[in-house]
């Protein structure tokens, strides 16, 4: 989920920015502002006790907020995020915005204050009041709006500058100018927040097949270094050449070369969830190049697989594999599927055991139908995505 706090004195232009906001991201558009007008509108119990404070243009109280925000919000548990304008208004609402946010399993990604003079706030509201029939827009109202926002509402903002949530924007710069700003804080944002699963398994796990049919499934890019290298050698490109004098003289690939692949990889996956490592890591070194690669992108690991299938179970799979037209070279005797194995064991059996005791490695049954296995996957993906969100 991508909940985004959006912050300013009244008139710094954020229902404005809110419209752009809603459509690109596909957020629930939350005002408590336009809430407790709807209330007011209805004549409700709640709108009634807002009525004198909201004319006089002081805060309402954080017991009615949290009221027409816990039934906005648990009226709509399944929005992609939701998009605060207005709230939180005070440092109390704050805790209640994280309170919330922990209901729905999820949690502010940030908050992004547009900033604009004081004087400007005025003569913005003093326009819009010409046409916006809002009670509140006049100037009597307006001031004492803003001597609120000084008093109550800055003060917000420590709360999310030591937690390192605060972005800002030159609410002053032109509409178009604003998006801009705001849309790049929340790529950033977007990034660290990408889910990035490494999928482990013996070869004949079925680790292939399931990491595809898995990013398909949630929007991730597929990261397998072998047809990555492939693909640089039938496109040959210069690190193509490369790789293929090396495979012409048996060599393996350095991991400089692998590396670079990666991050080209990272660097050019646009609008993608996040990635599916397979194959990669492979050994130690490259643990710690994947750990390394990612962090230098504002990422992380989320989750790592490992899909368990019994060895013998594992070598008829790949002696099948052998007969059909899917046969790799490495595949082709019983002699190259051992030492695949045994390279299996030696190698990354220990990048597994380093993973298990920084991280949890979430054990699969590889065993069964195809869909059986992905099902089991999805299970720990979508248990993963929703914490994170
Ligand atoms: P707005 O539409 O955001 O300018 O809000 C209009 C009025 O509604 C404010 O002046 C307050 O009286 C009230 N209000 C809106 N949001 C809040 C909030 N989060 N906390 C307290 N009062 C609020």
């Known amino acids: 989920m991508l909940n985004i706090a959006l912050f300013g004195p009244p008139g710094a232009g954020k229902g404005t920015q809110s419209e752009f906001l809603i459509k690109?991201?596909?957020?629930?558009?939350?005002?408590?502002?336009?809430?407790?007008?709807?209330?007011?509108?209805?004549?409700?119990?709640?709108?009634?006790?807002?009525?004198?404070?909201?004319?006089?243009?002081?805060?309402?109280?954080?017991?009615?907020?949290?009221?027409?925000?816990?039934k906005t919000i648990t009226e709509?548990?399944?929005?992609?995020?939701?998009?605060?304008?207005?709230?939180?208004?005070?440092?109390?609402?704050?805790?209640?915005?994280?309170?919330?946010?922990?209901?729905?399993?999820?949690?502010?990604?940030?908050?992004?204050?547009?900033?604009?003079?004081?004087?400007?706030?005025?003569?913005?509201?003093?326009?819009?009041?010409?046409?916006?029939g809002r009670l509140d827009d006049n100037e009597t109202v307006i001031r004492n709006r803003l001597k609120e926002y000084n008093e109550k509402t800055l003060p917000v903002l420590e709360f999310y500058k030591e937690r390192g949530m605060f972005f800002e924007v030159n609410g002053l710069d032109t509409i178009e100018n604003v998006n801009f700003e705001i849309t790049k804080i929340i790529k950033h944002q977007l990034r660290n927040k990408l889910f990035n699963i490494v999928l482990f398994g013996y070869p004949g796990s079925g680790r292939g097949s399931q990491g595809k049919s898995l990013a398909k499934k949630f929007e991730l890019e597929y990261v397998a270094t072998g047809p990555m290298l492939d693909k640089e050698i039938a496109q040959g490109t210069p690190i193509g050449n490369k790789i293929r004098v090396l495979y012409e003289n048996g060599q393996l690939v350095p991991d400089e070369i692998v590396v670079q692949l990666i991050e080209k990889k990272l660097i050019n996956s646009k609008d993608v969830k996040g990635f599916i490592f397979k194959g990669f890591p492979r050994t130690l070194v490259q643990s710690y190049i994947l750990d390394g690669l990612l962090k230098k992108h504002g990422a992380s690991i989320s989750k790592i697989i490992e899909i368990e299938v019994p060895p013998l179970e594992l070598i008829s799979r790949l002696d099948e594999r052998s007969k059909t037209e899917n046969c790799m070279p490495y595949d082709n005797s019983t002699s190259k599927i051992v030492k695949r194995l045994q390279e299996h064991e030696t190698?990354?059996?220990?990048?597994?055991?380093?993973?298990?005791?920084?991280?949890?490695?979430?054990?699969?049954?590889?065993?069964?139908?195809?869909?059986?296995?992905?099902?089991?996957?999805?299970?720990?993906?979508?248990?993963?995505?929703?914490?994170?969100?």
């Open 347 to 389: 190698k990354t059996v220990p990048v597994i055991t380093k993973y298990n005791q920084l991280h949890e490695v979430i054990k699969i049954n590889g065993m069964g139908p195809f869909d059986e296995v992905f099902a089991r996957i999805s299970f720990e993906i979508e248990t993963g995505i929703r914490l994170m969100r």
């Open 24 to 70: 690109k991201y596909n957020l629930y558009y939350i005002s408590t502002g336009g809430l407790l007008r709807k209330e007011l509108a209805d004549k409700s119990k709640l709108g009634l006790e807002a009525q004198s404070i909201i004319a006089s243009g002081g805060l309402v109280s954080d017991e009615i907020i949290v009221q027409i925000m816990e």
């Open 76 to 132: 709509n548990p399944d929005a992609n995020g939701f998009l605060f304008d207005g709230f939180p208004r005070t440092y109390i609402q704050a805790y209640i915005l994280e309170g919330l946010m922990i209901k729905l399993n999820t949690s502010l990604t940030c908050l992004i204050s547009l900033n604009v003079p004081e004087e400007e706030s005025v003569s913005r509201l003093l326009k819009r009041g010409e046409t916006s």
